[in-house]
């Protein structure tokens, strides 16, 4: 889920900067400060969107810059357990399936795919049902359900574990297929 936030903080201007736009100076500052972080309460700060206001500057003695108070509003992407998200295989493993969904990955353990027995096979990057013939293919695109969460540091300390074994999930030609047999 995506969310934009207010928040307010102090930015550091270095003095070679002073001549340029203090706003957009300032918001250069902070998305290379918090672009990436992983905020457990808020998430994964996406971008700065805007200064809201911007205080007057104060310089400390020795270091030459200014410090400047901030409010100013930030999208982060925040996965949410039992959230039902799409995206895009981008990669095939043994074990399973990583999906990108938005600006992180998460991982469709084989056990997860469908409710067939899969199996890999190495030469085509792909996961196949047995019975059912379902091939997963990296680029496929795919609606899961997230069933596990860990939320630590940057983008690499998060893990999403997701699932595609629900009725409405797993790979769009899929569900056309479901909802096509259940009209007849």
């Known amino acids: ?46 971008t700065v969107k805007e200064i809201e206001d911007i205080g007057i500057g104060k310089v400390i003695m020795g270091d030459g810059a200014a410090y400047h108070e901030v409010t100013f509003t930030a999208l982060f992407f925040k996965p949410e357990l039992h959230e039902i998200v799409e995206g895009e295989v981008i990669e095939i493993a043994e074990f399973g399936a990583f999906v990108r969904i938005g600006p992180v990955d998460g991982l469709v353990h084989v056990s997860q795919v469908t409710d067939d027995y899969i199996t890999y096979d190495p030469k085509k990057g792909s996961l196949t049902g047995k019975e059912s013939g379902r091939r997963l293919d990296e680029g496929d695109l795919v609606r899961a359900r997230i069933v596990a969460l860990s939320l630590k540091g940057r983008r690499e300390g998060v893990k999403v574990g997701l699932t595609m074994r629900q009725p409405g999930l797993g790979k769009f030609e899929w569900i056309e297929e479901e909802k096509r047999k259940s009209k007849k």
């Open 1 to 46: 889920m995506y969310y934009v936030t207010k928040i307010v903080d102090t930015v550091r201007i270095p003095p070679d900067r002073f001549e340029e736009p203090l706003e957009e100076v300032a918001v250069e500052v902070l998305n290379e400060t918090y672009v990436g972080r992983m905020d457990k309460n808020l998430g994964q700060l996406i």
